[in-house]
């Protein structure tokens, strides 16, 4: 965006976030301007006009729901279930949560019962131990010294890429902090990698028993947010001619191998009978000899189907090409790497985070300049540092310009560490706008963060709604901003 784009962009961002409904391109306000956190950003050239298919994830994408609220709900489940199901003690029952402290990016540190933030060169940059804080010493030891780099992948670590993992992700420092401080209080053997498991289990119980699903069913507002331009969006992408179809349920990583077998069945929506089918065609139930078919006119609606592949879905769809098909999740691993990865789908990563991000950042730009000066000012200084020394030690000089330069050398040390010390504060109060432990959720100082490399790498869209589609023609032509290398930077064009 040029300077009078963020000026407009950010100025409709400031006025009222979230004070009037978002209009649906295809109304007849059509193409309004679109608050900066509600823009769709791309990596990678997508052109629409070449989708045929678009294809949702369900939980965070379109169901959002509330963190407050839902988040802490699985965790009090998870907590319940440590205690009733796999002995931990009773006054976990009395420990509360904070939906705010965790964030998505992070990496947790089985064997150590550390919790990493790392740039996209993995290099860790804020590290803790349960809920304490390591030292520079520490975390350079730990994790600075070693002439293979860690890969932070599974078994040792897990990767908190989604929503639903920051309550298992602060529950397990929670625990970390029990142990150390009362280590007869868990279950005897119990070290860190083997309370993770126990979390996961716990979790996992949580959700295949519908804890959860039963409760938010009873209450939905409590526990989603309601996002009324969802229908319209998708009403319009039907009328713009694209097919829509749901993807969901804990079996959506096999669901996207190709060579998957699995069998598929179509669902009768109102009883919930499922029907054998010939790779999705009806066919003869058992009994009969003719297929059976779903009421009149509803087949030409929708369809439902359990278990199944991709492979299926591409018969049904009558997909030509992989391409053909743009797929929008909240999941990384789950929903974007392997539509992306193994499949040659087009993806959107929906992040939530990212409408406020964006907003303090466009707040913030008057604090993000003054840092770029500090930090060019430090390296200003830093140079007539070593020049100085350098001269000291290897020129000939007389006694007086030789002390001269001391003096000068004196003085510049002084002011370098003075501009250090303001920039470092400068930084560390800037990133604590964004998150008081954790900083700016695609950024580790002045590096991307590894979330933000991960969005790069895989996501072909990104944005903080998936009905923030509804805003854009269903025809638009994505392009991504240029790319910039370092040497470029101080010279682009005015």
Same mark, same amino acid.
């Given at each position: 965006?040029?300077?009078?784009?963020?000026?407009?962009?950010?100025?409709?961002?400031?006025?009222?976030?979230?004070?009037?409904?978002?209009?649906?391109?295809?109304?007849?306000?059509?193409?309004?301007?679109?608050?900066?956190?509600?823009?769709?950003?791309?990596?990678?050239?997508?052109?629409?006009?070449?989708?045929?298919?678009?294809?949702?994830?369900?939980?965070?994408?379109?169901?959002?729901?509330?963190?407050?609220?839902?988040?802490?709900?699985?965790?009090?489940?998870?907590?319940?279930?440590?205690?009733?199901?796999?002995?931990?003690?009773?006054?976990?029952?009395?420990?509360?949560?904070?939906?705010?402290?965790?964030?998505?990016?992070?990496?947790?540190?089985?064997?150590?019962?550390?919790?990493?933030?790392?740039?996209?060169?993995?290099?860790?940059?804020?590290?803790?131990?349960?809920?304490?804080?390591?030292?520079?010493?520490?975390?350079?030891?730990?994790?600075?010294?070693?002439?293979?780099?860690?890969?932070?992948?599974?078994?040792?670590?897990?990767?908190?890429?989604?929503?639903?993992?920051?309550?298992?992700?602060?529950?397990?420092?929670?625990?970390?902090?029990?142990?150390?401080?009362?280590?007869?209080?868990?279950?005897?053997?119990?070290?860190?990698?083997?309370?993770?498991?126990?979390?996961?289990?716990?979790?996992?119980?949580?959700?295949?028993?519908?804890?959860?699903?039963?409760?938010?069913?009873?209450?939905?507002?409590?526990?989603?947010?309601?996002?009324?331009?969802?229908?319209?969006?998708?009403?319009?992408?039907?009328?713009?001619?694209?097919?829509?179809?749901?993807?969901?349920?804990?079996?959506?990583?096999?669901?996207?191998?190709?060579?998957?077998?699995?069998?598929?069945?179509?669902?009768?929506?109102?009883?919930?009978?499922?029907?054998?089918?010939?790779?999705?065609?009806?066919?003869?139930?058992?009994?009969?000899?003719?297929?059976?078919?779903?009421?009149?006119?509803?087949?030409?609606?929708?369809?439902?189907?359990?278990?199944?592949? +991709?492979?299926?879905?591409?018969? !049904?769809?009558?997909?030509?090409? @992989?391409?053909?098909? #743009? $797929?929008?999740? *909240?999941?990384? =691993?789950?929903?974007?790497?392997?539509?992306?990865?193994?499949?040659?789908?087009?993806?959107?990563?929906?992040?939530?985070?990212?409408?406020?991000?964006?907003?303090?950042?466009?707040?913030?730009?008057?604090?993000?300049?003054?840092?770029?000066?500090?930090?060019?000012?430090?390296?200003?200084?830093?140079?007539?540092?070593?020049?100085?020394?350098?001269?000291?030690?290897?020129?000939?000089?007389?006694?007086?310009?030789?002390?001269?330069?001391?003096?000068?050398?004196?003085?510049?040390?002084?002011?370098?560490?003075?501009?250090?010390?303001?920039?470092?504060?400068?930084?560390?109060?800037?990133?604590?706008?964004?998150?008081?432990?954790?900083?700016?959720?695609?950024?580790?100082?002045?590096?991307?963060?590894?979330?933000?490399?991960? +969005?790069?790498?895989?996501?072909? !869209?990104?944005?903080?709604?998936? @009905?923030?589609?509804? #805003? $854009?023609?269903? *025809?638009?032509? =994505?392009?991504?901003?240029?790319?910039?290398?370092?040497?470029?930077?101080?010279?682009?064009?005015?």
């Amino acid at each position: 965006m040029d300077h009078s784009d963020r000026t407009m962009l950010g100025d409709k961002a400031l006025q009222s976030h979230g004070g009037e409904k978002p209009h649906i391109w295809s109304s007849l306000e059509g193409g309004p301007r679109i608050d900066i956190g509600k823009q769709i950003f791309c990596n990678r050239s997508l052109n629409m006009r070449n989708i045929v298919a678009i294809g949702f994830d369900m939980d965070y994408t379109l169901a959002q729901y509330k963190p407050e609220t839902f988040e802490s709900l699985a965790y009090e489940g998870t907590v319940r279930k440590l205690v009733y199901d796999l002995g931990y003690p009773q006054e976990l029952l009395e420990w509360t949560f904070d939906w705010k402290y965790m964030v998505r990016g992070l990496v947790l540190d089985k064997k150590r019962g550390n919790i990493l933030k790392m740039d996209r060169h993995k290099y860790v940059k804020v590290a803790y131990h349960g809920f304490r804080e390591l030292s520079k010493e520490d975390k350079v030891g730990t994790y600075g010294n070693t002439f293979i780099r860690d890969s932070f992948d599974e078994p040792d670590y897990a990767l908190i890429d989604t929503l639903f993992s920051l309550a298992e992700a602060y529950l397990f420092a929670q625990l970390v902090d029990l142990r150390d401080n009362n280590p007869g209080k868990v279950p005897e053997g119990a070290d860190y990698p083997c309370m993770y498991k126990d979390v996961r289990a716990a979790v996992d119980l949580c959700h295949r028993d519908g804890t959860l699903k039963q409760v938010v069913a009873k209450d939905p507002k409590r526990y989603i947010n309601e996002d009324t331009s969802i229908v319209p969006m998708l009403k319009m992408l039907r009328n713009s001619g694209r097919l829509t179809f749901l993807v969901t349920n804990s079996a959506k990583p096999g669901f996207f191998l190709e060579d998957n077998r699995a069998n598929i069945f179509e669902v009768e929506p109102e009883s919930g009978m499922l029907l054998n089918t010939d790779n999705g065609t009806p066919m003869p139930q058992v009994g009969s000899t003719s297929p059976k078919m779903l009421p009149k006119g509803l087949n030409k609606r929708y369809r439902v189907f359990q278990g199944g592949s +991709v492979g299926h879905l591409h018969k !049904l769809l009558s997909i030509e090409s @992989s391409t053909q098909v #743009l $797929y929008v999740g *909240d999941h990384i =691993y789950g929903d974007i790497l392997r539509s992306k990865k193994v499949l040659g789908w087009r993806t959107m990563l929906v992040v939530p985070e990212l409408e406020r991000e964006v907003e303090l950042l466009w707040e913030l730009r008057d604090t993000r300049k003054q840092l770029r000066l500090l930090r060019n000012e430090r390296d200003l200084v830093e140079d007539r540092v070593h020049h100085l020394k350098w001269s000291l030690k290897f020129e000939s000089l007389g006694d007086d310009e030789k002390q001269n330069m001391i003096s000068s050398l004196g003085e510049l040390e002084s002011r370098r560490d003075q501009v250090r010390l303001a920039h470092q504060q400068a930084q560390g109060d800037y990133h604590q706008k964004f998150h008081k432990i954790w900083g700016q959720l695609m950024k580790t100082g002045y590096q991307n963060s590894r979330f933000a490399h991960q +969005v790069e790498r895989f996501a072909c !869209l990104y944005t903080s709604q998936v @009905s923030n589609l509804s #805003l $854009y023609s269903p *025809d638009k032509c =994505y392009r991504p901003s240029e790319d910039f290398m370092p040497h470029e930077f101080h010279i682009l064009p005015s």
